[in-house]
């Protein structure tokens, strides 16, 4: 496989929109991808993900906007003549073609001469590492080998843009971790543009230059993994990139207040009077026995869950908020226990403050 032209396979969508009778699937979603990019459009189950992605590949028409490719509109264009290289949520693999077949398939449908055709099949099934398995049929096979063949056979016409709909959703834990690394180097090497459905944040996070997240047909955030769950833009994507705790905070005169009406940690505070919610993420939230000096939230430990790499806490305040926090265990004593009082603070740069 040849590394494509860095300028190709670049996407943009406008002001995308598709109803399913009443129901906004999608709503007003403008999103560009660069030549080579790779991003996830992460979001819960229905929140428009698939109705997207089969836009871009032309298997849904939009009700209105455009999408473009390298410049062009392409948004009335039929699949075929896209050109861009399409898996599918379930393998969606022909189960009466062996491997080498199914994969040679787009090829033929292009017309590429036979001698042609087995060199691309051979590069391509050597690339995903299944060259020993190119005469088994998709029965004989593992789901994660089917996968890598459907992979295969959407990047063996060498297409500019690869879109991806759930491609590991049937598969186990590890097997996903293996082969998500598998797609992140053979980006790399192959150099293409990738779009890529999950509902699952840590495979956005991992694999992504970016990440979309949507919700409700919308595009609720689109940035660099470490950016949307550091500075989450609202109350959405802090809560469904990572673990958060939500603390409910007024701001007056330049002070942060928690529930109690203690002094809270925060720093880039909006400039009016308001009330408002401070994020902070497990990990982030320090809890230390009560001495006086610490200021934070005052409470008491009210459970700790040991979770192997890391000691889970669970934190009761006096007026009844519950916050957790992550305790990676790098030793073996534990310093808090059950019942015991203790102050909960975090760093100003590590909360964010959003308004609802
Ligand atoms: P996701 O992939 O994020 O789970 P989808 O794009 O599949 O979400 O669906 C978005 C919304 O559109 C959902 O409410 C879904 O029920 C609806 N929807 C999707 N496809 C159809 C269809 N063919 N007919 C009617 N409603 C649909
Ligand atoms: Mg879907």
Known sequence: MSKT???????ALHNLRKCYGSAMAVDDVTLSVSPGEFVSLLGPSGSGKTTTLMMIAGFE???????????????????????????????????????????????????????????????????????????????????????????????????????????LGALDKKLRQHLRNEIKTLHKQVGKTMIYVTHDQDEALAMSDRVAVMHEGRIRQVCAPQDIYRRPADLFVAGFVGEVNFVPITIRSGVVQGPDGEKLPAAQLPEADKDATLCVRPEHLRLQPTSGSVSGIEGHIVDLTFVGDATILE??????????????????????????????????????????
């Open 61 to 167: 028409m939009p009700d209105s906007g455009q999408v473009l490719l390298d410049d062009k509109d392409i948004t009335r264009l039929p699949p075929h003549r896209r050109e861009l290289g399409v898996i599918f949520q379930n393998y969606a693999l022909f189960p009466h073609m062996t491997v080498a077949e199914n994969v040679a398939y787009p090829l033929r449908m292009r017309r590429v001469t036979k001698a042609e055709i087995e060199t691309r099949v051979r590069r391509i099934l050597d690339q995903v590492h299944l060259g020993a398995l190119a005469s088994r049929y998709p029965h004989q096979m593992s789901g994660g080998q089917q996968q890598r063949v459907a992979i295969a056979r959407a990047l063996v016409f060498d297409p500019p843009v690869l879109l991806l709909d759930e491609p």
């Open 315 to 356: 934190f009761c305040s006096n007026s009844g908020l519950h916050l957790t926090s992550k305790v990676l265990n790098i030793s073996a004593e534990a310093i808090l226990n059950r019942g015991d009082a203790c102050v909960a603070s975090w760093a100003a740069a590590d909360a964010t403050i959003l308004t609802a």
């Open 5 to 11: 032209d860095a300028k190709t396979g670049g996407i």
